[in-house]
């Protein structure tokens, strides 16, 4: 209790009033008795010496022996006080309390000495007779032959003063009473310091656990109000700077979780500090089961652990193409950059970025060119071949050479289509094509396909069937390009089915668009085949294909017809039993 300022300060203001008022008491009650003590001496001295010049004439006359004693008796009663008269030699001659007779010289007395002098002698002491302590003054009773005898005149010690016990009570009521209500004072006053401060202790302690929004209510305007204002201030000030940090955090946060690249955060040490969603993402792990673990025991790649290793000891940035599982194999294009604050290095943060698709892509792209120079070359090598062989003298035999000629137009419509394949499937990718959407009756646009390529299956003693299963939703979409990969999907089934195989085309409205099935029964693709099937210039058998007219861009235009329509395509296959390509087309489409 007495570490609180509040009893402190009390203790202090009521010690300091204490001692005061007890000096002041003192100090009165003192005076009071040196005045008490001078007013009854005084009294005394003006008694004694009215007295004295009253017995100057009885001295004179040498009066009866009890004349003194009767005297002192009387006078008593006026004075109030022991009146002792005494001849010069010491002898008692009367005294108003005791029998004289009975009273020792006083001869030795020290105020009967002075006395004896001439002068007033005053002496307090113990009186053995009396049984207390008393205050005498004596004056010598003076005629014309000098000392005749003393007037003793004395009152109890106690006596002196007894008028002012009440004062001296009320000095000590008062002190008391003061003494209670500084108590009272310094406790009230103290409050007023102490209740603020604890006020404060408290708002305090309160935004020291995040309550910011506490303010203190300043009621004064001298230091206390300053110091609940100040903190007040700071508290806004506090709030003020959270609300921007979290901002910020929240901000960075977002980026980070909206962000398809990956993060990764890594300390001093390499253990990780954060990972985005990305990284989750592309690696299956959890943000909480990564921080604080090193990368290699997360990701488990040492070329990575070697990147940030190194990252960690440069001070620029380096960034590196790095083989990863993610689980199965994929490449990413790492940056890294030192985290750094006023003591240096303090860790790396890496940004990962999937490449794959775009390694991929540009394998593709190479793959194309060189795909089309061969395509290309091979025709016209051929061509080539044949025009030299007639120059050479082959156009002199007319059936050589019409059969060479055949084979150069063969070979130039070969060209011709690949060219326009090509074209196409360029239009189709680069979205130069106008596309020409509007409700399409994909009824009549298969019957119509089919019929077109009947002949040909004709040719190869093919069943080429069509069943339409119910009334087909309209589908929003281009005529020419689904009239394009009908056709591609139905030659595909006429080209890879021997002679007298059976090819069908079903269709039905399924989940808000159409649902088309090509099946046939034809050589089949391999499984490992399928998922390439709609690469550029991909086929299972060149020979074959190339044998059947095939540019294998067919697929590829198929693929992209479907992306512009929002479809799909899926393939199942049996080798040697036949294949069903099945695509969907649903009926509206979201705008690209
Ligand atoms: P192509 O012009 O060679 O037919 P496509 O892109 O149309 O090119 O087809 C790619 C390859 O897919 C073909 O070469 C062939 O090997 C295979 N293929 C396509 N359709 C069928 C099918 N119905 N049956 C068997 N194989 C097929």
Not at 187 to 213: C, I, N, Y
Not at 379 to 384: M, Q, V
Not at 440 to 455: A, F, G, H, R, Y
Not at 513 to 522: F, P
Request: aromatic residues 6%; contains cysteine; glycine residues 6%.
């Amino acid at each position: 209790m007495f570490r609180s300022i509040k009893w402190r300060l009390t203790v202090i203001i009521f010690s300091v009033t204490a001692i005061f008022l007890f000096l002041l008491g003192f100090y009165l009650m003192d005076s009071m008795e040196q005045y008490s003590y001078e007013n009854t001496q005084k009294r005394l001295f003006s008694n004694a010496s009215l007295m004295a010049s009253d017995l100057k004439e009885a001295f004179a006359r040498e009066p009866h022996p009890d004349f003194f004693q009767d005297y002192a008796r009387r006078a008593k009663g006026d004075i109030n006080a022991r009146i002792t008269i005494i001849d010069p030699a010491g002898k008692v001659l009367g005294d108003s309390t005791l029998d004289k007779d009975s009273m020792a010289n006083h001869a030795d007395r020290p105020e009967i000495k002075k006395a004896l002098a001439g002068k007033t002698g005053t002496a307090s002491r113990y009186s053995t007779s009396l049984r207390q302590r008393m205050f005498y003054l004596a004056v010598p009773v003076t005629t014309e032959t000098g000392v005749a005898g003393i007037v003793r005149v004395s009152v109890p010690w106690s006596e002196i003063g007894a008028a002012y016990n009440q004062i001296r009570l009320s000095i000590g009521t008062a002190v008391l009473v003061a003494l209670i209500l500084t108590v009272a004072v310094a406790s009230s006053f103290t409050s007023t310091l102490v209740v603020p401060l604890q006020e404060m202790t408290r708002v305090a302690h309160e935004m020291a656990e995040g309550k910011l929004d506490t303010t203190l209510n300043v009621r004064t305007n001298d230091e206390i109000g300053a110091l609940s204002r100040g903190l007040n201030y700071m508290a806004q000030r506090l709030r003020d700077n959270i609300r921007q940090i979290t901002e910020e955090r929240n901000k960075v946060k977002a980026i980070l979780t909206s962000m398809n690249d990956g993060v990764i955060a890594v300390d001093r040490n390499g253990d990780i500090l954060l990972v985005n969603p990305a990284v989750e993402r592309m690696f299956n792990i959890s943000y909480e089961n990564s921080v604080g673990k090193s990368v290699i025991e997360v990701i488990r790649n040492f070329d990575l652990e070697k990147l940030l290793h190194e990252a960690l000891t440069s001070d620029h940035s380096i960034t590196r193409e790095l083989q990863l599982m993610a689980p199965e194999p994929r490449s990413f294009r790492i940056s890294t950059a030192p985290l750094t604050n006023e003591t240096g290095v303090v860790g790396v943060v890496a940004v990962m970025r999937d490449i794959t698709a775009f390694r991929e892509v540009e394998r593709m792209k190479t793959d194309f060119v060189a795909n089309v120079s061969h395509e290309l070359r091979t025709p016209l090598t051929s061509i080539k071949g044949f025009v030299e062989t007639l120059l050479d003298g082959a156009l002199e035999d007319q059936d050589t050479a019409r059969h060479f000629l055949e084979i150069i137009n063969d070979e130039a419509d070969r060209l011709n289509r690949l060219i326009s394949d090509l074209l196409s499937l360029s239009r189709i990718e680069a979205k130069q094509r106008e596309i020409h959407k509007k409700p399409l009756d994909m009824e009549k646009l298969i019957l119509n396909s089919v019929s077109i390529l009947t002949p040909q299956a004709k040719e190869k003693n093919q069943v080429l069937n069509t069943d339409i299963i119910g009334p087909l939703p309209l589908i929003e979409a281009d005529e020419d390009m689904i009239g394009q990969l009908m056709i591609n999907l139905v030659d595909n089934a006429i080209k890879y089915t021997p002679e007298g195989g059976q090819i069908a085309v079903c269709a039905q409205a399924w989940n808000d668009g159409v649902k088309v099935a090509v099946s046939d029964t034809g050589i089949g693709i391999p499984r490992e085949s399928i998922p390439r099937l709609f690469e550029r210039f991909y086929r299972v058998d060149k020979a074959r294909s190339r044998e059947m007219g095939g540019t294998g861009l067919g697929l590829a235009i198929v693929k992209h017809i479907l992306e512009v329509h929002n479809g799909k395509i899926e393939v199942e296959s049996r080798l040697g039993k036949g294949s069903t390509f099945t695509f969907y087309i649903p009926v509206k489409q979201a705008r690209a």
